[in-house]
């Protein structure tokens, strides 16, 4: 059962992108090639890293920690089914997120949660973070 509503939505806002913007919602929906190329820099500075890490680096040992960090992004871009077209690859890339957390609690508390509610207060688990060094809600103190 379609719903007139959003169906009206869908169009208006495809619309949009597509005259006003100059972006397909269909084509345009993934990583650009230089978001890619940064994807993969990441990528190979962690395999590079870690290779110096296990062979007891100093040096290897932080930019392991660093890279695994950046990659982070790869997972919330994933996360968020920005990476690719494919949904496969975005559920792959999601691993990414691996270095920080867990991948599927990611996915349950970031993706669903905290863009399902959005600076609800007391639904977003993304505002209470940092509630011990910002203040991201006027009602914290």
């Known amino acids: 059962l379609l719903d007139p509503f959003y169906e009206t939505l869908k169009e208006r806002v495809y619309n949009v992108l597509k005259q006003e913007h100059h972006i397909d919602p269909i084509k345009d929906r993934c990583a650009t090639i230089p978001r890619a190329i940064y994807y993969f820099i990441i990528f190979a500075g962690l395999i590079c890293s870690g290779y110096m890490h296990v062979k007891r680096s100093l040096l290897g040992s932080f930019l392991f920690a660093l ?75």
């Open 67 to 141: 890279f695994g960090w950046l990659l982070g992004a790869l997972g919330h871009d994933g996360g968020h089914y920005t990476v690719s077209r494919n949904p496969r690859i975005n559920d792959l890339a999601v691993w990414g997120m691996s270095f920080l957390c867990n991948p599927i609690m990611w996915q349950v508390q970031h993706t669903y949660a905290h863009h399902t509610h959005t600076n609800d207060f007391d639904h977003d688990p993304d505002l209470h973070h940092f509630q011990m060094l910002l203040r991201v809600h006027r009602r914290f103190k």
